[in-house]
């Protein structure tokens, strides 16, 4: 009952009303990361290796996590976000697996505080990072690998696809710790074999 005198809330007002209900309600977000995964050690690499800012396609320059982008469409799981920005976090990871690929090298990331002297310098392009119609895992990139003592760099493509062990966001983020994982034994191939290579 409104009292004589007092106007009754407007429509944007109630709006206002609802809105700041919804937000209070909303679940927090369930924050996700990726695990290192060990590979196959490698030897007669450079002493020091350099991995570069790793570049991101846009569409995946987002704290929600992309689940695919297939027939013009983007979904993305609004309530399942990476625990930092995905650049950082896949940085990270590959600093941490080429770490244990290639010891005793040291491979320290661009972007952090330590600036050596390279003999080895890593560059990676992350194409696609979803999954596709079938809904496959599909990790696409680009990579390169410039050596101190060699002018022309060692470039190559990479594709992986693999089927998430379960369904859903967890699986998603599982498979793509795979994929990083097979990426990361390319990577090191490279660096292991480019400063013999013709």
């Not at 972007?111 to 050596?116: F, H, K, Q, W, Y």
């Not at 079938?134 to 990579?143: I, K, N, S």
Request: proline share 7%; with cysteine.
């Amino acid at each position: 009952m409104t009292r004589r005198g007092a106007r009754p809330p407007s429509l944007t007002a109630l709006s206002v009303i609802v809105l700041l209900a919804g937000c209070a309600s909303s679940p927090n977000p369930v924050m996700y990361t990726v695990e290192p995964v060990p590979g196959l050690q490698r030897s007669g690499v450079p002493q020091v290796i350099v991995l570069e800012q790793i570049s991101l396609e846009r569409y995946l320059e987002r704290s929600q996590i992309v689940q695919s982008s297939y027939y013009y469409r983007l979904n993305v799981m609004n309530n399942n976000w990476w625990g930092e920005p995905l650049d950082a976090m896949l940085s990270r990871v590959l600093v941490d697996e080429l770490q244990q690929r290639l010891a005793p090298a040291v491979v320290v990331s661009e972007t952090g505080a330590i600036s050596p002297t390279a003999g080895a310098t890593v560059s990676v392009n992350i194409l696609r990072l979803d999954e596709d119609a079938r809904g496959m895992l599909v990790l696409e990139a680009q990579y390169g690998v410039t050596f101190h003592a060699r002018a022309a760099p060692v470039l190559r493509s990479f594709r992986f696809v693999m089927a998430p062990p379960v369904r859903g966001v967890a699986g998603e983020v599982a498979a793509i710790t795979t994929a990083v994982g097979r990426l990361s034994d390319a990577i090191a191939a490279a660096v292991a074999v480019g400063p013999r290579a013709r």
